[in-house]
């Protein structure tokens, strides 16, 4: 069996608060809650005042490259901008990508051992617009990647392996 954590997001909820931004970017600051910046928060709150709609976005998987297609959401009539939902970290914006070393951000449930009763977002979200559930399912645990495996990963896409490698001995002898 393996456990599915889900984020429920009920858009109808959110206030705008974004307290769910800066509570993940302290979180995943180093040293852990040293700071707070939006650009480095594993959700993002699409504000759009004129349409009156705030959506929190979680951070999902880094794509190496953008997609041959893209998705236009009309809701309630009001036609929202390309790609407005989707939660890549992708080539072809700036979001979910670390502002300094433009690596990709994605969102890892706050975990951390003791394990917190819920994702931190989740607990900062005092509407009650993000909740948590966890539940069981048939199938083996997949081995997950760790922030810097991820960061490699970009890295060994966009340059090769060589050149990642290479500056890694680079470094490595100061
Ligand atoms: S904390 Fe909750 S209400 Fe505030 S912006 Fe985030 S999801 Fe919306
Ligand atoms: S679950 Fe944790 S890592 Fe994911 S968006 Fe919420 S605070 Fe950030």
Known sequence: M???????IDVDKCNGCRACEAI????????KYSSTNPERSRIRVLFDPLKDIYVPVLA???TEAECNGRDVYTIDGKAYDECSFCR?????????????????LKCDMCEEEPPLAEPLCVQWCLSDALTYEEREEEGEEEDKLGEMEVGLESLVKKHGA????????RLAKG
Do not use: M, N, Q, W
């Open 24 to 31: 993940c970017s302290a979180f995943h600051a180093a040293p």
């Open 88 to 104: 890549a970290s992708c080539p072809s914006r700036k979001l979910f990508k670390d502002p300094d070393s433009d690596l990709p």
């Open 2 to 8: 393996k456990k599915v954590k889900v984020i429920k």
């Open 162 to 169: 060589k050149t990642v490698k290479d500056a890694l001995a």
């Open 60 to 62: 999902g998987e880094y």
